[in-house]
């Protein structure tokens, strides 16, 4: 399994980024898929997650209302489009994959460590 994560960059506050993720060696639909990131000298973040079918995405508090997760099964590819950005949006921001399907608002779907494939990350810089 080989995830690839682009789209970051450096944006202005209040600016916005849409960040890909392009999964390989795998049936894509047959996976959940996850967003997280990962500012210096911080533990790992949940920002989003959406199940096989890309009809239910999840979001952490801090991106909700500014984030949409999407996927797109015939492309093999997640998206993260991030709006309104802030400096404390800084991050290498990581895309992850989960057999285990997502039927709800589960504690799993929030944890790293339920998501067993990883790609290399991304780097986002917001500046104010």
């Known amino acids: 399994v080989q995830l690839q994560a682009s789209g970051g960059g450096l944006v202005q506050a209040g600016g916005s980024l849409r960040l890909s993720c392009v999964a390989s060696?795998?049936?894509?639909?047959?996976?959940?898929m996850g967003w997280f990131r990962q500012a210096p000298g911080k533990e790992r973040e949940f920002v989003a997650a959406i199940s096989r079918s890309g009809r239910s995405p999840y979001y952490g508090d801090s991106v909700k209302d500014r984030f949409t997760m999407s996927r797109d099964n015939a492309e093999n590819t997640v998206y993260l489009q991030m709006n309104m950005l802030k400096p404390e949006d800084t991050a290498v921001y990581y895309c992850?994959?989960?057999?285990?399907?997502?039927?709800?608002?589960?504690?799993?779907?929030?944890?790293?460590?339920?998501?067993?494939?990883w790609g290399q990350g991304t780097l986002v810089t917001v500046s104010s």
């Open positions: 060696g795998l049936t894509f639909n047959n996976y959940a």
């Open positions: 992850a994959a989960r057999v285990r399907p997502i039927l709800s608002n589960e504690r799993s779907l929030y944890d790293s460590g339920d998501y067993p494939y």
